[in-house]
């Protein structure tokens, strides 16, 4: 009798792992800590929980698409420059008359090129993802500074800034929206799909996932070309809220996007991964942001504190990402 009941205790530990809803138990413990600490500084107001979904909305979005890339047991560093670079082609596309559709075309092509290029390299020369992503960072970059002379472009249509940025319907802002509509379809990818499925089995065993006729150098290659597109939307999104490209943007993201999907749950090594995670690891980021900004502290201590609770939550978190 006494094993029966050891068994099912037992059983039942393994059932509610707690380590795998970290991300949400730090979210929900920071959230407290800053509402009870920062209430009679705004933090709670309507407007500073808005500003949190806006600051963090590119980065959600570029991080939903990371997801795959390093379910896939890839990464890609490159997305900062990419943002840069898609918003400055955006911008040029208009100032050159151009209409709006083409210059979401424009940008969209431009993340998705940077990525095809990611994708080959990795793919088909072999290098490793570290080193190509790393290369284009600097690519990329560089190419925004040179195609204006470091200058900004300023965009003025209206429409154009409305949409992808500067807008609100009603007391939502368009970029939750966007942010909505790209984890809704990045979840669904992931978890009811092949190709999803097929992401999650090349990152976890490559060779294995090739015996049973997955095309992995295939889903490689998507998944750069679909973090390549989505770094172009967010270079698009910074351009619309600041109605103007610039070689600037996207500078450090590379590393909040990759904290944020680690920090949701997404093992580094491959083979587990959950966009829904990646999106609170993203708004946790932002909200211990804006929480250090209120409380006054200089950039450098902000960096201290931010780091540590990364730290922290990652190492309290899922057994998955060791191996």
């Given at each position: 009798?006494?094993?029966?009941?050891n068994?099912?205790a037992?059983?039942?530990?393994r059932?509610?792992?707690?380590?795998?809803?970290?991300?949400y138990?730090?979210?929900a413990?920071?959230?407290?800590?800053?509402?009870?600490?920062?209430?009679?500084?705004?933090?709670?107001?309507?407007m500073?929980?808005?500003?949190?979904?806006?600051?963090?909305?590119?980065?959600?979005?570029?991080?939903?698409?990371?997801?795959?890339?390093?379910?896939a047991?890839?990464?890609?560093l490159?997305?900062?420059?990419?943002?840069?670079?898609?918003?400055?082609?955006?911008?040029?596309?208009?100032?050159?008359?151009y209409?709006?559709?083409?210059?979401?075309?424009?940008?969209?092509?431009?993340?998705?090129?940077?990525?095809f290029?990611?994708?080959?390299?990795?793919?088909?020369?072999?290098?490793?993802?570290?080193?190509?992503?790393?290369g284009?960072?600097?690519?990329?970059?560089?190419?925004?500074?040179?195609?204006?002379?470091?200058?900004p472009?300023?965009?003025?249509?209206?429409?154009y800034?409305f949409?992808?940025?500067?807008g609100?319907?009603?007391?939502?802002?368009?970029?939750?929206?966007?942010?909505?509509?790209?984890?809704?379809?990045?979840?669904?990818?992931?978890?009811?799909?092949?190709?999803?499925?097929?992401?999650?089995?090349?990152?976890?065993?490559?060779?294995?996932?090739?015996?049973?006729?997955?095309?992995?150098?295939?889903?490689?290659?998507?998944?750069?070309?679909?973090?390549?597109?989505?770094?172009?939307?967010?270079?698009?999104?910074?351009?619309?809220?600041m109605q103007s490209?610039?070689?600037?943007?996207?500078?450090?993201?590379?590393?909040?996007?990759?904290?944020?999907?680690?920090?949701?749950?997404?093992?580094?090594?491959?083979?587990?991964?959950?966009?829904?995670?990646?999106?609170?690891?993203?708004?946790?980021?932002?909200?211990?942001?804006?929480?250090?900004?209120?409380?006054?502290?200089?950039?450098?201590?902000q960096?201290?504190?931010k780091?540590?609770?990364?730290i922290?939550?990652?190492?309290?978190?899922?057994?998955?990402?060791?191996?």
């Amino acid at each position: 009798m006494q094993s029966k009941v050891n068994s099912a205790a037992a059983g039942a530990k393994r059932a509610f792992d707690w380590r795998k809803y970290i991300v949400y138990i730090a979210f929900a413990a920071v959230f407290i800590i800053f509402s009870v600490t920062l209430h009679d500084q705004g933090f709670l107001s309507s407007m500073n929980l808005m500003n949190i979904i806006r600051q963090t909305a590119m980065i959600s979005i570029m991080a939903v698409a990371m997801t795959f890339v390093i379910s896939a047991a890839e990464i890609d560093l490159s997305v900062g420059s990419t943002v840069a670079l898609a918003s400055l082609t955006t911008a040029l596309t208009l100032d050159a008359g151009y209409s709006l559709i083409v210059a979401v075309l424009v940008g969209l092509a431009t993340g998705a090129a940077v990525g095809f290029v990611n994708g080959i390299l990795v793919t088909r020369v072999a290098i490793p993802s570290f080193l190509v992503t790393l290369g284009m960072m600097g690519i990329g970059r560089g190419l925004a500074m040179w195609i204006t002379n470091t200058a900004p472009v300023p965009i003025l249509n209206d429409q154009y800034n409305f949409l992808f940025g500067s807008g609100d319907i009603g007391p939502i802002p368009l970029l939750l929206i966007w942010t909505i509509l790209v984890v809704i379809g990045g979840h669904i990818l992931l978890r009811k799909t092949k190709f999803g499925r097929e992401t999650l089995a090349t990152g976890g065993n490559q060779n294995a996932a090739r015996f049973t006729g997955v095309n992995t150098a295939k889903i490689k290659l998507l998944v750069f070309i679909g973090s390549g597109m989505m770094a172009g939307l967010a270079g698009m999104l910074y351009a619309g809220r600041m109605q103007s490209g610039r070689f600037t943007f996207g500078e450090g993201d590379e590393l909040s996007v990759i904290a944020a999907v680690i920090l949701g749950g997404t093992s580094l090594f491959g083979g587990v991964g959950t966009v829904i995670g990646t999106v609170i690891g993203s708004l946790m980021i932002g909200m211990i942001n804006n929480g250090l900004i209120i409380m006054g502290l200089d950039v450098s201590q902000q960096m201290v504190i931010k780091g540590l609770i990364i730290i922290l939550a990652v190492a309290f978190g899922r057994k998955t990402m060791k191996r």
